[in-house]
């Protein structure tokens, strides 16, 4: 009989599903910027039900886009984690867009 040792090396959590949260994220988070930027060019027009609706789910989408990009982040693969700061970056540009749209930070 053969016995394992104790000290095997086994994967951790963010080596195992690092690459389909950034992935997850970064398609989200996509789609995510067309909405936003959507609704952030229709910013001057009257408000309507679907706008002030998509604001609230674009903030939803872009801080639960961040929270997996933030997984992506820790795992130990390079490529992994070029694709994590790209979704960071798509969803930060959500956020902003988003908080641009409902409080006018930026009058034209």
């Known amino acids: 009989m053969s016995s394992k040792s104790s000290t095997a090396a086994r994967a951790s959590l963010p080596s195992l599903i690092g ?3 950034a992935l997850l994220s970064l398609a989200s988070g996509s789609c995510g910027l067309a909405v936003s930027l959507l609704l952030w060019w229709r910013q001057g027009q009257p408000p ?5 609706l998509g604001g609230q ?3 939803f989408s872009g801080a639960l886009g961040l929270a997996l990009a ?3 982040l820790a795992s130990p693969r390079r490529r992994v984690r070029a694709i994590a ?3 960071l970056m798509v969803n930060l540009l959500i956020l ?3 908080l641009d ?5 930026m009058a034209w």
């Open 101 to 105: 749209n409902l409080f006018n930070l």
């Open 57 to 59: 789910v674009g903030l």
């Open 48 to 52: 309507t039900l679907a706008s002030q």
């Open 96 to 98: 902003a867009f988003v």
């Open 19 to 21: 690459l389909p949260c």
């Open 85 to 87: 700061i790209m979704a």
């Open 70 to 72: 933030v997984v992506g």
